[in-house]
């Protein structure tokens, strides 16, 4: 069946620092993948979305990659500040539904 | 706009009690999602309508739970009778075309606990 992966355990990081997370998926070819940003009691919040045929794509201090080849998508933050801790999830289509990995915990030290 | 609508925030209620939760999409988005989110299983997809019509409702657990989108501004999500292990976040989202390619935007989610 199609599988999303994500790390479960948080990534805790420098303030200042590039966090990178990755997102995993099997059994599945998508189009394109989106990104998600969720805060304590908040439902998610998109922040990017990558089709099949780009590399990368940036939004200001995020970037996100796709390789169809390895199944697997990065997502980058530069710069890091306390303010990005928050979990972080992706999705990729499945004809015109998403399927959401279970996220990755994102801790951004002072 | 104010973004994704839901009520109420919080509900806690008894084992066997019908439980149910709002929502109002965005103006002018027709598609409208209903996910459940725990930890154990993330966020799941319970069912999708496009246009006010339910358009794949695979991923509502059991006959127990029910939707209904009587027009475009307005979705309930209707438990009954509820149990324990519907204890969880729900949330509702909306779109502005079938849902393929663009975002979703979600609404704040009904904290459900069932006793």
């Known amino acids: 069946s199609q599988k999303i992966e994500q790390n479960s355990e948080a990534l805790n990081i420098q303030e200042g620092k590039t966090a990178t997370l990755t997102c995993n998926y099997t059994?599945?070819?998508?189009?394109?993948l989106q990104w998600y940003r969720q805060d304590p009691g908040r439902g998610p919040v998109f922040l990017l979305l990558i089709r099949e045929n780009e590399k990368e794509k940036r939004k200001e201090r995020l970037k996100v990659t796709f390789d169809t080849t390895l199944k697997q998508s990065l997502f980058h933050i530069t710069a890091s500040q306390p303010a990005d801790s928050a979990t972080y999830l992706c999705a990729f289509d499945s004809s015109y539904k998403l399927i959401f990995g279970s996220g990755t915990r994102l801790l951004v030290r002072p | 706009d104010a973004g994704v609508i839901q009520s109420p925030r919080h509900e806690v209620t008894e084992m066997g009690q019908e439980v149910t939760l709002r929502c109002k999409p965005i103006s002018g988005h027709n598609s409208l999602f209903w996910y459940r989110q725990t930890m154990m299983r993330g966020l799941e997809l319970l069912i999708y309508?496009?246009?006010?019509?339910?358009?794949?409702d695979s991923g509502m657990p059991e006959d127990r739970f029910s939707a209904k989108m009587p027009n475009a501004s307005f979705s309930t999500l209707k438990i009954q009778p509820s149990e324990p292990r519907d204890s969880a976040v729900y949330f509702c989202a909306s779109s502005s075309t079938s849902g393929r390619i663009n975002e979703q935007f979600f609404g704040p989610g009904t904290r459900l606990t069932v006793l």
């Open positions: 309508f496009n246009n006010n019509v339910p358009i794949d």
């Open positions: 059994n599945y070819s998508p189009a394109y």
